[in-house]
């Protein structure tokens, strides 16, 4: 869904189908893996998330709510 570097944000993820509203907070869980690095500005994001999201060479920036 996002080019490798790509900054991700609410209206990016809701953009591309991943969450339904781009108003809402968003916390991105860990499920799944990962295989590029991304730039994720969010609500919240569980440790598991985090780890993978640093693991693959992103970085993760927690909104103020």
Do not use: M, Q, W
Not at 39 to 53: F, G, N, P, T, Y
């Amino acid at each position: 869904h996002f080019a490798p570097g790509a900054d991700v944000d609410v209206a990016s993820l809701a953009e591309a189908g991943l969450v339904r509203s781009a108003t809402e907070p968003v916390k991105v869980l860990g499920s799944g893996d990962l295989g590029v690095a991304l730039k994720l500005r969010v609500a919240a994001v569980s440790d598991s998330a985090r780890k993978k999201i640093e693991a693959a060479g992103g970085s993760v920036e927690i909104l103020a709510s």
